[in-house]
């Protein structure tokens, strides 16, 4: 059943309106900046929700303080999906309108960072019984229309997929923001922070970086690309118009999704691992012919013998 019709909560408790918001781009383009201008002027001007979820905080710290050592892919991938996994909590407790309480699986330091982002942005609040610690949701989080801003590179549209999957499972507004940065800006605001990323590293995103593609998958179409410098009312309000757009027409639940099913098939045909295999089974199933080619041309001699023996 589409998990959002399986809503038990009452409409009063629910946000009106609710949506994804990923923002992508280079690290250095600007995406923590831009969040947090665009939040404040959202909440302000437009009386909405803001959920800011920067995944450079949300990260626990070993990952990001290993003086400049990036943790295994594997790892991150973890790490973005367990993050994923909290919000999805926080998104069932909005759909159903109940409190939120933690996942059973959890890293300790990762939730309460998560927590306390959205405690700091008036989203959730704190409370315990008989010393088993959950949270209720804030006022500020079902009376508005929320947009929860998903702040990280997402610099694959593989990465992106992921988000827009937990939109469509929970029927929810998604749309992309792409902070469009030249590499040597990038490079030299990047330069000029305490903790910078590994130059290489900006560089080999600069080289692997896919840009949202509504052409080539149609689940990107509530895209937008920010040239920099990107702080301008002109930008906020394109924003809010797609931000709106999205909101008002939330990614429609699908059963058997046939957008899905092509893009897994893009995914597996690219896999270099399903192609060695495909090109294994082609060489057995080949030699197979051929070896059951010669077995036949062999029983067909051994048959001729035996005639010619009787
Ligand atoms: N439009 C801008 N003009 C000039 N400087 C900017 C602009 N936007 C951001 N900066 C500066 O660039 C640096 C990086 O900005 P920010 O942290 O927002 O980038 P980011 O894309 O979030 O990076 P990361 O992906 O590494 O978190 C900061 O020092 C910030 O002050």
């Known amino acids: 059943m589409n998990p959002a019709e399986d809503a038990k909560g009452t409409d009063a408790e629910r946000p009106r309106k609710l949506g994804l918001c990923l923002l992508c781009g280079l690290p250095g383009a600007g995406k923590s900046t831009f969040a947090r201008v665009l939040g404040h002027w959202l909440r302000q001007e437009r009386g909405w929700a803001v959920g800011v979820l920067s995944y450079d905080d949300l990260l626990p710290d070993e990952f990001l303080d290993s003086a400049g050592e990036q943790p295994p892919t594997s790892q991150w991938k973890m790490f973005r999906q367990e993050l994923l996994k909290y919000l999805e909590c926080f998104l069932m407790a909005l759909i159903n309108g109940c409190q939120m309480s933690a996942p059973s699986n959890k890293t300790e330091a990762m939730w309460e960072d998560f927590i306390t982002c959205l405690k700091d942005q008036d989203l959730i609040i704190s409370a315990a019984l008989e010393a088993q610690p959950f949270y209720l949701l804030a006022k500020t989080a079902v009376s508005r229309p929320l947009v929860l801003v998903l702040d990280d590179n997402f610099y694959y549209q593989s990465m992106r997929y992921e988000v827009y999957q937990l939109a469509r499972k929970y029927s929810l507004g998604f749309c992309q923001l792409f902070l469009d940065c030249p590499l040597e800006t990038c490079l030299q605001r990047n330069g000029q922070r305490p903790q910078a990323v590994p130059t290489e590293i900006i560089r080999l995103m600069g080289r692997k970086i896919e840009r949202p593609n509504p052409e080539k998958n149609a689940w990107e179409h509530n895209s937008l690309i920010i040239g920099s410098p990107a702080h301008s009312s002109e930008a906020n309000l394109e924003v809010a118009d797609l931000l709106l ?62 005639k010619s023996f009787r």
């Open 245 to 306: 757009t999205a909101l008002e027409n939330p990614v429609k639940y699908v059963e058997d999704n046939i957008e899905q099913k092509e893009t897994d098939r893009i995914i597996c045909s690219a896999n270099i691992f399903h192609k060695a295999d495909q090109t294994l089974r082609r060489i057995v199933s080949e030699t197979m012919k051929e070896a059951k080619g010669k077995r036949y041309i062999v029983a067909l001699d051994l048959v001729n013998n035996k």
